[in-house]
T-cell receptor, first 114, second 115 residues
Framework: NAGVTQTPKFQVLKTGQSMTLQCAQDMNHEYMSWYRQDPGMGLRLIHYSVGAGITDQGEVPNGYNVSRSTTEDFPLRLLSAAPSQTSVYFC?????????????FGPGTRLTVT | GENVEQHPSTLSVQEGDSAVIKCTYSDSASNYFPWYKQELGKGPQLIIDIRSNVGEKKDQRIAVTLNKTAKHFSLHITETQPEDSAVYFCAATPMIYNQGGKLIFGQGTELSVKP
């Protein structure tokens, strides 16, 4: 199993450009989520999904869109990048139910917006 | 909503000493408290977790304690080794069946173990 994969690893955007961060998992996990990590602020939840076709907002959703057309993929879209979106982005997945809660994180995408 | 505070932000110990990281949470509905370790350039990885029906859990050199009344939980690492050097995050969430876990993270603690 590859686990959770993210592409690209690094990206530089100019203000106003759009892009999609890719996330895929091969563990058949129902739950997937996106976090951003900024110095001194821990990881903050952007959006999450409890299954194909179902998404919801986290703590910091503004400026980001998501969709979940398959169990495996959960892309994060920046429609008009802003310097405040410079961050490291992590995708995570986990089972649902009440037995195994562990969230598995991808290696991250480092995004710089100039 | 939930708010998690983590202290200290940096911690330096000598190899072989113990390290303690503390977190407080605000939402009494939270019932799941994981700890993640993040090595440089990698994503966070779960090292231990505890549920609200348990007061303490141990796994080799790592232990976590939970005080529901005071709404705080702590990570204890004994006999620290240089490979324990990393950033550690606590998190909390009310785990609800078929709704997943919207983890709310603390700010992180950078642990440095000096040989």
């Amino acid at each position: 199993n590859a686990g959770v994969t993210q592409t690209p690893k690094f990206q530089v955007l100019k203000t106003g450009q759009s892009m999609t961060l890719q996330c895929a998992q091969d563990m058949n996990h129902e739950y997937m989520s996106w976090y951003r990590q900024d110095p001194g602020m821990g990881l903050r939840l952007i959006h999450y999904s409890v299954g194909a076709g179902i998404t919801d907002q986290g703590e910091v959703p503004n400026g980001y869109n998501v969709s979940r057309s398959t169990t495996e993929d959960f892309p994060l879209r920046l429609l008009s990048a802003a310097p405040s979106q410079t961050s490291v982005y992590f995708c995570a997945s986990s089972r649902m139910g009440l037995v195994d809660y562990e969230q598995y994180f991808g290696p991250g995408t480092r995004l710089t917006v100039t | 909503g939930e708010n998690v505070e983590q202290h200290p932000s940096t911690l330096s110990v000598q190899e072989g000493d113990s390290a303690v990281i503390k977190c407080t949470y605000s939402d009494s509905a939270s019932n799941y408290f994981p700890w993640y370790k993040q090595e440089l350039g990698k994503g966070p990885q779960l090292i231990i977790d505890i549920r609200s029906n348990v007061g303490e859990k141990k796994d080799q050199r790592i232990a976590v304690t939970l005080n529901k009344t005071a709404k705080h939980f702590s990570l204890h690492i004994t006999e620290t080794q240089p490979e324990d050097s990393a950033v550690y995050f606590c998190a909390a969430t009310p785990m609800i069946y078929n709704q997943g876990g919207k983890l709310i993270f603390g700010q992180g603690t950078e642990l440095s173990v000096k040989p």
